[in-house]
């Protein structure tokens, strides 16, 4: 029996202490410049790496990072653990609840963003020349491969995106997400068949129906029992005041690994049952924003980045770098993703002013597409120029989609907080109990002309859908209405705090109820942004707070007009 020496315990904290302070700092550095931190994350495994580090002091770069077979099991262990729990948060973030709701249009944009995507991608990639094959697959298998890797969307980047330009909240954000949610969803089970028919060989043939039915029954497990026991368990932690979030945080991650390790009986990697496990604990009632905000942070600060830098270790990017290949595989991707949303677009209710701005959301490639094509290199359906090429065009994807949605946001009518604000509509100082008492008192306010139960109403039902908290005590409330012909906006300042389910866990005191028209109208995503970024402002929020009643109204005009 072999056991770890102290050696090669060392050798291991110097490589982790390495790869996640750099990732660390180059993330946090990229986010600093509105840049995904996953870029940052990549970059520093390849300049730790043979492409860099190696290639210049070989020597001192074969004493940290050793070719031997067991010190390299530990680091890429590690690794692992961060990309499954990597799948697990993303999970715990997609809200299957609000897809369902919103089935229709979402339905509609994820089908055509997944079958365009791997029409546009397939068709060139049958014709790529025999060498980019991998000895684990035939041409059909690469190419059906490589036409699901080009449907995943970034589903974590695009969030990042839509909350750094203050339109999280909106109903095209919403739209943008739920579309994402099934795609993911579909996509990931695509993936899987095809996965069968790769590591089952010929033989897989029989197995497939079995492995499908499988897969389904899992699903179905999760989304109704699953969900209804973890709901309870949740609930009794709750109950029996357990020390949170640690007890939640706990439970998830044993659920987790019980549903990685289902899905690898079934035949389906574990990447799999982390994600669907992640969705069915993310839609208890007894998970809090702040509590998932915790999980998130704890597996995109430790385990995520050790992953992401790790893929710089393993392969010489310039020795295998094919710039012809990666200029198709990024053509193909963002082309593939925006046509098929911007086609989705077209055929829901949504307004088509936003169909630019969607569109473009669902470009990025991102984390989920890096997963994918790690796990096609594993199984040799590609090659080392195949995967580096995937890897940088998912970056670059992902690098360029925030600049392009900035650039779709400015289009159109501009609209401005102020000139919606009326002093009838401010309450200086409301008590309330709850949420909903909030609302309804601001919409009797600002419905003036309106049936104020369907007001309040049409707003309650948007809430359940996405909440509103925005964190730092702001949350904006919203609905369309069909009755209106231009945006209104009612303010209320809670000085005592109210619960609502923040991400950051603390108490609401500032609530903007935002009424905009239905149809072509995008004034609600102007008038999110410009509210966001206003209240974002510490000294906006403390002015705020301590000005008197009869100053509430010229303060926000004030602050609106004013940067902070």
């Known amino acids: 029996m072999h056991y770890l020496d102290e050696n090669m315990i060392f050798i291991f904290l110097v490589q982790v202490s390495l790869l996640l302070g750099f990732s660390r700092a180059a993330g946090l550095l990229l986010r600093r410049i509105g840049q995904p931190a996953i870029s940052g994350e990549i970059l520093v495994g390849i300049l730790l790496g043979p492409t860099l580090f190696g290639r210049m002091l070989p020597g001192l770069h074969a004493a940290i990072f050793p070719p031997d077979a067991m010190q390299q099991n530990m680091l890429e262990t590690v690794a692992w653990l961060g990309i499954l729990f990597f799948l697990l948060d993303a999970g715990l973030n997609t809200n299957l609840v609000a897809a369902l709701r919103q089935r229709r249009d979402a339905l509609k944009i994820s089908l055509s963003d997944l079958i365009l995507p791997m029409i546009i991608a397939f068709i060139p990639v049958w014709f790529l020349p025999e060498c980019y094959i991998g000895s684990g697959a035939n041409r059909l298998l690469f190419s059906l491969f490589i036409a699901t890797i080009m449907t995943i969307s970034a589903l974590p980047v695009t969030a990042r995106i839509l909350q750094d330009l203050g339109i999280y909240k909106s109903d095209a954000s919403l739209l943008t997400m739920c579309a994402l949610t099934i795609n993911d969803i579909a996509g990931w089970l695509v993936f899987a068949v095809i996965l069968g028919f790769v590591t089952g060989g010929h033989a897989s043939l029989l197995k497939i129906p079995i492995i499908i039915a499988a897969t389904i029954v899992f699903t179905l497990f999760c989304f109704t029992a699953g969900k209804k026991i973890t709901d309870r368990l949740l609930s009794e932690i709750n109950y029996l005041e357990l020390p949170q979030s640690g007890t939640s945080l706990t439970l998830i991650f044993i659920l987790g690994m019980v549903g990685g390790a289902t899905t690898l009986a079934i035949g389906i990697h574990a990447l799999f049952g982390f994600f669907i496990v992640g969705i069915m604990a993310g839609e208890s009632r007894h998970l809090s924003e702040n509590s998932r905000e915790t999980i998130s942070q704890l ?46 677009v077209s055929i829901t209710s949504h307004p088509k002013t936003n169909r630019h701005l969607i569109s473009a959301a669902h470009t990025p490639g991102g984390e989920m597409q890096i997963v994918i094509g790690i796990l096609a290199m594993e199984y040799a359906v590609i090659t080392p120029p195949v995967f580096v090429s995937i890897i940088v065009s998912a970056v670059l994807s992902s690098v360029l989609a925030g600049p392009w949605m900035k650039v779709a946001l400015k289009r159109g009518r501009k ?117 966001g970024k206003t209240m974002n402002c510490t000294q906006n929020r403390e002015q705020l707070l301590s000005a008197h009643d009869s100053e509430i109204g010229s303060q926000l005009i004030t602050m609106f007009g004013e940067p902070c």
């Open 299 to 344: 597996v995109r600060a430790l385990l995520v980045p050790l992953f992401f830098a790790s893929i710089g270790l393993k392969i010489d990017f310039l020795k295998e770098l094919d710039l012809p290949l990666i200029a198709l595989m990024l053509g193909i991707g963002v082309a593939g993703r925006f046509i098929g949303a911007w086609v989705g």
């Open 415 to 531: 609209f401005h907080p102020a000139t919606s604000l009326n002093s009838s509509n401010i309450i200086p100082s409301l008590i309330a109990a709850n949420r909903d008492e909030v609302i309804q008192t601001l919409c009797e306010r600002t419905g003036m002309g309106l049936n104020p139960q369907e007001v309040t109403a049409a707003v309650l039902k948007r809430e359940e859908l996405m909440g509103t908290a925005l964190g730092y005590g702001v949350a904006v409330p919203h609905a369309r209405m069909e009755e209106i012909a231009t945006p209104r906006l009612g303010f209320a300042r809670v000085p005592a705090g109210i619960e609502w389910n923040a991400p950051d866990g603390k108490p609401v005191q500032f609530i903007f109820l935002l009424l905009t028209p239905a149809g072509e109208d995008d004034s609600q995503l102007h008038m999110l942004r410009a509210i």
